[in-house]
């Protein structure tokens, strides 16, 4: 049963309160109501709204009410739009994308429809996006030349920033924000493939109108066999299905942040952005090239115990370990060392060391006591470069996949909500 009350007797003015619950869950403004006794010293207890709630880091706070993603650990279940994994474990993008966004796993010919809008809208690039993303040195990290690149297309369609065109244009409106959706999605892979060749010094090959969203997404990065121009057909499954696990995690921290932005009803691009900055952090999905970066300089299996002493002094980071949702395995690990096997990534050296760190971490009470294990991200990042990703790509890659999820949540906020961001569900 997830509806009920909540009795609630305050201790200061005896005054008890029903507080009612609906899906697990009770409004932040219901509390309100609790007020401190007017003689009070305290300024806090002056507060006009009453009672409020204290919770740094919505470590226990819902902020969306939604059914894109479900994720139970203690269950064993991570739910897409209410479908299991293996249900949509050979999923491609579009699929996923529409699964996510709409709401329902598409026909043949849905699926084709789409295919065909993101490869044209992909193949049609502004030279003033091209520009911007070649005034770059060809050695900058790649996440500022990405963000750039994003604001130059928002600078190239003027008509789409909402205030300098009557306010309010997307909200409520199902047209704008689907073209808004196929626009971000688009541009978004289209300057992570002007980034890759650029820092590669090789000629960018546009979007071919013949090519799936993650085809042409390998072949604008350069990611293709030299001897015939196209992916590899390993590695870009591994690709699509490690998407399929990263398309959504509930109201993890870029999609709160695209949130946070759309409150404010601004272009989805805009939105984009703000989820980009959010994610490429350490403890986000820059967790993965932080993990790849410190197994590299830990080095060998035979330096992993001195790294561990390191880190239970918190003198070192041990990025990839621990999760805020999953207190115990996360679900995502083992369907990633499968796929790991299918490009041969367990070969690299630094695969020992990991598994090093995941021997001695297992053994060891200061990991057990706070039920620290290794996560998708601890694991994930041998699948990037396992595919050629440059580590510094590692958190640029992840988004192309997890902008599914964001851009399902930002469909359904601005179809939805009123402007604001209201009470219901969080995750990391």
């Avoid at 008890?16 to 305290?42: C, D, F, M, S, W």
């Amino acid at each position: 049963m997830s509806s009920g009350k909540l009795l609630v007797k305050d201790s200061r003015t005896s005054l008890e309160y029903e507080i009612p619950i609906h899906r697990n869950a009770v409004n932040a403004t219901a509390l309100k109501q609790i007020k401190a006794p007017g003689a009070g010293t305290n300024n806090a207890d002056k507060v006009g709204g009453g009672l409020r709630i204290y919770d740094p880091g919505l470590q226990n706070t819902a902020v969306v009410e939604t059914d894109i993603s479900f994720a139970d650990s203690e269950r064993g279940l991570l739910l897409y739009r209410g479908h299991k994994l293996e249900q949509v474990w050979d999923s491609n993008f579009e699929e996923m994308l529409h699964l996510m966004v709409w709401g329902k796993y598409p026909t043949s010919q849905q699926k084709e429809e789409l295919r065909q809008v993101l490869a044209t809208t992909m193949s049609k690039v502004p030279e003033n996006v091209v520009n911007t993303i070649k005034a770059f040195p060809s050695t900058s990290p790649p996440m500022p030349m990405i963000i750039a690149g994003l604001a130059a297309y928002v600078a190239c369609n003027p008509e789409s920033i909402p205030a300098s065109n009557g306010g309010n244009i997307y909200q409520g409106n199902a047209a704008k924000i689907d073209a808004g959706i196929i626009k971000a999605v688009s541009s978004y892979a289209v300057v992570v493939g002007l980034a890759a060749s650029h820092r590669k010094g090789i000629p960018f090959v546009p979007a071919s109108a013949e090519n799936t969203y993650y085809e042409n997404l390998f072949v604008m990065m350069g990611l293709v066999d030299q001897s015939t121009g196209r992916p590899e057909p390993e590695k870009l499954l591994c690709y699509q299905r490690f998407g399929v696990l990263n398309a959504d995690h509930g109201m993890a921290l870029s999609a709160f942040a695209a949130l946070v932005s759309a409150s404010s009803l601004p272009d989805p691009i805009s939105c984009l952005i703000s989820a980009l900055a959010a994610a490429c952090g350490p403890l986000h999905f820059g967790a993965s090239e932080s993990a790849h970066r410190a197994l590299k300089e830990i080095g060998s299996p035979e330096n992993v115990p001195k790294f561990i002493q390191q880190v239970k002094r918190g003198e070192r980071k041990l990025f990839g370990y621990g999760h805020r949702t999953y207190k115990g395995t996360d679900l995502r690990v083992a369907p990633i060392r499968r796929l790991l096997d299918d490009i041969n990534a367990t070969s690299s050296p630094l695969f020992k060391v990991a598994e090093e760190i995941q021997r001695v971490a297992a053994s060891d009470d200061y990991f057990k006591s706070r039920s620290l294990h290794a996560n998708a991200d601890f694991y994930g990042n041998f699948i990037f470069t396992g595919i050629g990703f440059e580590p510094e790509f590692i958190p640029i890659a992840m988004v192309t996949q997890r902008i599914v999820g964001i851009m399902a949540h930002w469909r359904e906020y601005m179809r939805e909500s009123v402007p604001g961001i209201h009470v219901t569900v969080s995750n990391r």
